[in-house]
């Protein structure tokens, strides 16, 4: 008895055996045919296997993991390749399964990269023999001209970094050019927001050897000023929208301060200038690697951003008091701007229940920014852990009622999001798809939310317009939920002749196979 369904005579007919392969070298544990639809355990352990434990472990204390460790969104590598293709005169290497990077490709190039990705194929015997790891340096030898790049960066993806493909051993210059080499495994780095910081934190620990070795050459914008600021500047981590660090700017200006760059950068030489510093502002709080190297080049770091009043009000403050500024000077800026942010926040009021969540690391920073404008916001999920930077908004955001959720699944945000039914749910594309099948109006973070200015007095009245443009849909998406009713849904969607030819027992068989498998797992385990 085994256990199998036969639904016709297929199993019958006879098989033709043709002749026997020749032996072809056994492919590596966690080698090509696994992904990230294959064990995640079984990739880590064959990764720990090929000597890549430190890095496993650093990532595992960085970014931590749970309640779920499954990336729920993107490859995460997409975050780092995109971190090295906004930069001038950088190169861009990928060495993984053809599958993962025709994806990552697909994706880049959609979001407008327009700059060439390299690619070092692989099969099952250069990956066991070796050879592998020989292909990657002369691909990095032959890129590496001086007149075109200032790095090339080289990414393991899963399969590589499982098989132990050991990226340290590259040169770390050639002909001027910097080599930086990283593992940016599915089974490691559980969002592609981390993965900005994997790479954003590489770069900076090489730009910092660099100046601890000797003088290093200012970005061009320094050179096009005339040499450096006369005043000390704060850097800033995480993307931004490109008015905000204007904004941030104006908002130093009365401290004595001056904005300087953002990380990620868009040239090598601004890893200098940011490092060089009185203060490191983490506007999003997961560049944990990023945070340990302007800590190790002695620059303090200041969680959370100037949101809405008390926002703002604090991170003035908490930047002023670290950069050594005078209380006066503190209240010159609080002065200066808290008046014009409690203006336009009463000039654009939002008026609702909001569920919100995603994936960018500035879910809190919206979040508070909306409660300012007036909102209710009892639901925050964020696909990110949760980090010191981003305390200061959590104890904000928990003490105005929100309920605060790191490292959320897409069950837990659709949980939320179904227990509330808001007027407006905020959030990632399978919420917002299901927001609509309920009727209530939802907006994508992504692209509707993050790419708006959040600081200061010009983010205090920038979420209204759209929020409440959204709030007040509500009947059209009523109406639009009604005219829809009966079509179907889930896997009876769709038009359909006949009754849709539901087969719950097949569902069954299948339940109850998957639940035999796990208890096997588990059985394993436990040997
Ligand atoms: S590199 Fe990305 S797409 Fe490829 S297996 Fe890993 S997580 Fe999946």
Same mark, same amino acid.
């Given at each position: 008895m085994t256990g199998e369904v036969r639904y016709d005579r297929a199993h019958e007919a006879e098989v033709l055996a043709g002749p026997g392969r020749e032996e072809a070298p056994a492919p590596p544990r966690g080698g090509d045919g696994l992904g990230c639809h294959a064990g995640a355990a079984e990739m880590e352990a064959a990764a720990r296997a090929a000597g890549k434990s430190e890095i496993l472990?650093?990532?595992?204390?960085?970014?931590?993991?749970?309640?779920?460790?499954?990336?729920?969104s993107m490859c995460p590598a997409f975050g780092s390749l995109r971190v090295g293709l906004r930069m001038r005169r950088?190169?861009?290497?990928?060495?993984?399964?053809?599958?993962?990077?025709?994806?990552?490709?697909?994706?880049?190039?959609?979001?407008?990269?327009?700059?060439?990705?390299?690619y070092v194929p692989f099969n099952s015997e250069t990956l066991v023999t070796g050879k592998l790891f020989e292909d990657i340096r002369d691909a990095v030898h032959e890129l590496a001209d001086p007149d075109r790049y200032d790095a090339v960066v080289v990414t393991n993806l899963c399969v590589p970094t499982a098989s132990g493909v050991p990226l340290k051993l590259l040169p770390s210059e050639i002909n001027g050019v910097r080599i930086v080499g990283i593992d940016v495994p599915g089974f490691g780095v559980p969002t592609h927001a981390e993965a900005?910081?994997?790479?954003?934190?590489?770069?900076?620990?090489?730009?910092?050897?660099?100046?601890?070795?000797?003088?290093?050459?200012?970005?061009?914008?320094?050179?096009?000023?005339?040499?450096?600021?006369?005043?000390?500047?704060?850097?800033?981590?995480?993307?931004?929208?490109p008015a905000d660090p204007v904004m941030l700017g104006a908002m130093l200006a009365p401290m004595g301060l001056a904005a300087g760059p953002v990380v990620p950068c868009r040239e090598w030489r601004e890893l200098y200038a940011a490092l060089d510093a009185r203060v490191c502002a983490a506007i999003h709080p997961f560049y944990t690697a990023s945070m340990r190297e302007f800590e190790a080049a002695g620059r303090p770091v200041v969680g959370s951003a100037p949101v809405g009043r008390d926002g703002t009000a604090a991170w003035l403050a908490a930047v002023g008091q670290a950069a050594g500024v005078a209380p006066e000077r503190i209240a010159a800026a609080q002065n200066a701007f808290l008046p014009a942010v409690d203006a336009a926040l009463k000039a654009a009021p939002v008026k609702g229940t909001i569920t919100l969540s995603g994936y960018e690391g500035s879910e809190l920073l919206v979040a508070r920014l909306l409660i300012e404008s007036g909102a209710e916001v009892p639901y925050v999920g964020t696909a990110c852990p949760r980090t010191r930077a981003g305390e200061a908004d959590r104890e904000w955001l928990e003490a105005h009622g929100a309920k605060v959720q790191f490292r959320a699944s897409l069950e837990q945000d659709l949980a939320a999001m179904e227990a509330v039914r808001p007027d407006l749910a905020i959030g990632t594309t399978p919420?917002?798809?299901? =927001?609509?099948? #309920?009727?209530? @109006? !939802?907006?994508?973070?992504?692209?509707?939310?993050? =790419?708006?200015? #959040?600081?200061? @007095? !010009?983010?205090?009245?920038?979420l209204a317009e759209v929020v409440n443009a959204a709030i007040g849909n509500r009947g059209r998406m009523e109406r639009m939920r009604d005219f829809f009713?009966?079509?179907?849904?889930?896997?009876t969607a769709g038009v359909w002749e006949g009754e849709p030819n539901l087969r719950p027992d097949f569902r069954a068989i299948h339940l109850r196979k998957l639940e035999k498998q796990e208890r096997a797992r588990k059985a394993e385990e436990m040997i």
């Open positions: 472990d650093r990532y595992a204390a960085d970014y931590p993991q749970g309640p779920h460790d499954k990336p729920q950088v190169a861009t290497v990928l060495s993984g399964s053809a599958c993962c990077v025709y994806g990552l490709t697909f994706v880049s190039h959609f979001y407008g990269a327009r700059r060439s990705v390299g900005k910081d994997v790479l954003a934190g590489a770069m900076l620990a090489y730009a910092r050897a660099e100046a601890e070795a000797g003088p290093v050459a200012a970005p061009d914008h320094v050179k096009a000023a005339g040499g450096r600021a006369d005043r000390p500047t704060v850097s800033f981590l995480g993307e931004m929208f919420v917002v798809q299901r =927001a609509k099948e #309920l009727g209530l @109006p !939802a907006l994508y973070f992504t692209n509707l939310i993050s =790419a708006r200015p #959040l600081m200061g @007095p !010009a983010g205090a009245g920038s009713e009966g079509v179907g849904e889930g896997d």
